[in-house]
């Protein structure tokens, strides 16, 4: 079995490098799907056969780690120097000539010139082939252990794809990404669930990277460009390789033999012009990107010529970095606007004359807050700057104050709602302001009518913002709760919705009573109850009913549940109006409690003490925690002599397996258990 298992594992790695590294996939999604599927099956089966490095631990592991261990680097990360100008170039390029000695003109000193990527950076350790650590830069001497993060990012191999490399120690460096898409889908999902939204991909990836939560990790999507190759201890690898020490392009080109992921658009030039080019191109081009840029990196090609050139304190004498002008553009502001989201959270937002930039057209800008309207000290008719940054959004960076008339008028923060007169609050520690009027506001209750049919949340179809917005407009629809009252004849008379569209939105409603109760948690859009606090809420407390009635102090004892959720969630069921709601979505046949918790499935698992580790495929490691309890059993925390049986995921510590099996403790598989408890 083991032999079956580490041939599938390396039949997926073939196939992963040729889908990352070479962008030439020779199989069908689908069936990769299958052979993942297939091999996360017999590691769940033979929890012996255990592999850090297996293609099944790049999706993480919901054992929250307490914190990172700190590393020391086996050579400093440094950064590098900045230039904003071809002058600044033309001048590093010069002094590398005279610190070299070689008169200019009469031989050029190859320069090699990659993207400078925007993300954070990494360095990963490879000893015999395999990924055994990957550290962040930190201060540049010591940075963090997020080796079980970075085993979920796709494109870093966890095993070299070549085989004659046993005792090669080598460690790469590069920069962690969060490509565009991934940012704005998360971004776009932060912003549902109320969480603060980050300010560009580099933080966001940053951020990632520091989770605890490895399986949130993977669900991100980072990506790796590695950009410089360290060879640690080379003993008999290096001698028929040799050439490959001379330049930094051929390790770069060997890295990416190796399966690591190296960008195709470094280039190694030849002149001053060349870089130019190059330079001039990517200013343009990278706008096209993925993954955010900010600047071109130049790096002195010859590694003996790098050597002689060495290190400042702070950075190489042979590198240095071109940064890209943040593009901004001049233009007024003609009147300020204020949104009123889902939430109630008022957004304010600048109405522009309309201005290129980036290729774009921009006509409005974010204001964020009355904070950042305050310290901009805003008029309006001011001459503003903005840039695009980071952000989706443009930003106003700055007022061009000599231009401003005398009679000007000052920009000052609503106090009202501009949707249905409400005062405004604002709450103490939060930079935004919020009507809340949360039942009576038209747009927080279309609002809130979208995130509750949205797929994540009741997944009803058929109901795109239009048709709630029209349905709600027409007084068809006040609350969710009136989703269920909906009928063929009522729908069929709004005109844009014919017979057939309503029949599907009248059996979609119906379906939603099937959704399971954490989404329906999730859908009811109580502040600060995300996805993930949904599950949790769910199986710890089981129903809407125990949990209306939970105490502050046993909704902090839930895991990731903080005073902030606590105190939303009080607040939500202190509320009649929401009982009321939640009484009649119950009258409708939605589901207010989970099968998972209820504690009186079977008394099969009585007098018995189960430990649960690994990662499981089937259910989360609470949803098992509330099965074993359901069923009469006891979980406990750690292996000792009273553990009856330990329940062993697909990647269990070996230390646990060790114990386990010294005191002679039963270990079972996911399958095993489930068959036991038949769930
Ligand atoms: S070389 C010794 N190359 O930019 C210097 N850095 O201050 C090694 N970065 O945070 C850095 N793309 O992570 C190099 N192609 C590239 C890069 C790059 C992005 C980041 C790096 C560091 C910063 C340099």
Request: glycine letters at 6%; proline letters at 3%; one cysteine or more.
């Amino acid at each position: 079995m083991k032999q079956e298992i580490e041939h599938l594992r390396n039949v997926i790695r073939q196939h992963e490098y040729r889908y990352y590294v070479e962008n030439a996939p020779i199989i069908s999604d689908q069936e990769f799907d299958a052979l993942m599927h297939q091999l996360i099956k017999l590691e769940a089966e033979n929890p012996d056969c255990f592999d850090p490095n297996s293609p099944t631990q790049r999706v993480g592991s919901d054992l929250a780690q307490s914190g990172f261990e700190q590393v020391e680097h086996r050579y400093p990360m440094l950064s590098l120097g900045n230039t904003y100008s071809e002058g600044e170039i033309r001048d590093w390029y010069n002094r590398v000539c005279k610190d070299l000695g070689v008169v200019n003109d009469s031989q050029f000193i190859e320069v090699v010139c990659e993207l400078k990527f925007d993300g954070t950076s990494i360095s990963l350790w490879y000893e015999n082939g395999e990924l055994v650590r990957a550290v962040t830069r930190g201060d540049g001497v010591r940075g963090d252990d997020v080796t079980r993060n970075v085993r979920t990012i796709k494109n870093i191999p966890l095993k070299l794809t070549q085989n004659n490399i046993s005792q090669l120690n080598v460690e790469f460096r590069g920069e962690i990404l969060l490509p565009w898409k991934e940012f704005e889908r998360l971004n776009a999902e932060r912003e549902r669930n109320e969480e603060p939204l980050f300010a560009n991909p580099r933080n966001a990836a940053s951020g990632t990277l520091k989770l605890q939560n490895s399986r949130t990790v993977a669900k991100r999507n980072l990506i790796a460009q590695i950009y410089n190759v360290q060879i640690i201890d080379n003993s008999s690898f290096l001698t028929p390789h040799s050439s490959l020490l001379e330049t930094h392009s051929s390790l770069l080109q060997w890295a990416k033999q190796l399966g690591l992921p190296v960008s195709d658009t470094t280039r190694v030039c030849k002149s001053i012009d060349e870089i130019m080019e190059f330079i001039d191109y990517w200013d343009v081009e990278r706008k096209n990107l993925p993954v955010a840029t900010d600047g071109i990196v130049l790096k002195v090609n010859s590694l003996n010529q790098q050597k002689n050139l060495g290190f400042t304190a702070k950075s190489p004498r042979w590198a240095i970095a071109y940064k890209f002008q943040a593009e901004r553009a001049l233009t007024r502001l003609n009147s300020v606007s204020y949104q009123v989201g889902r939430t109630g959270a008022i957004t304010p937002v600048a109405n522009l004359e309309p201005v290129q930039l980036s290729g774009t057209v921009v006509k409005r800008a974010s204001l964020h807050n009355a904070d950042i309207i305050a310290s901009l000290d805003l008029h309006i008719g001011d001459m503003v700057y903005v840039e695009k940054g980071g952000e989706i959004i443009p930003k106003i960076t700055e007022v061009d104050n000599s231009q401003r008339q005398a009679d000007a008028e000052r920009v000052i923060f609503i106090d009202k709602c501009p949707e249905c007169g409400t005062t405004l609050v604002r709450i103490e520690g939060e930079a935004a302001h919020y009507c809340p009027n949360e039942t009576g506001c038209p747009p927080q209750q279309k609002g809130r009518i979208e995130h509750f049919v949205s797929r994540k949340a009741m997944n009803i179809d058929g109901l795109g913002s239009e048709t709630i917005a029209m349905l709600y407009d027409r007084g068809l629809i006040h609350d969710v709760a009136d989703l269920y009252t909906l009928t063929i004849g009522k729908l069929a008379r709004m005109e844009r919705l014919g017979e057939k569209s309503a029949q599907n939105i009248v059996d979609a409603v119906k379906k939603s009573t099937e959704v399971p109760f954490e989404r329906v948690l999730f859908a009811l859009g109580i502040r600060y109850v995300g996805e993930t606090v949904a599950k949790k809420l769910a199986a710890a407390f089981g129903s809407i009913q125990a949990l209306s009635v939970a105490k502050r102090e046993e909704l902090i004892a839930v895991d990731e549940i903080g005073e902030r959720i606590a105190d939303s969630l009080i607040e939500y069921f202190d509320d009649m109006r929401n009982m009321q709601l939640i009484e009649r979505l119950t009258s409708f046949g939605v589901k207010m409690e989970g099968k998972v918790a209820r504690a009186e499935l079977s008394n099969k698992l009585e007098g018995l003490t189960i430990v649960i580790s690994g990662t499981f495929e089937h259910h989360s490691r609470d949803e098992y925690k509330a099965i074993i309890e359901a069923h009469g059993g006891k979980n406990g925390s750690g292996v000792t002599s009273k553990t009856s049986l330990l329940l062993a995921g697909a990647n269990m510590g070996p230390a646990k397996l060790e114990k386990a099996e010294k005191l002679g403790v039963k270990i079972i598989s996911e399958t095993e258990f489930l068959e036991i408890v038949n769930v």
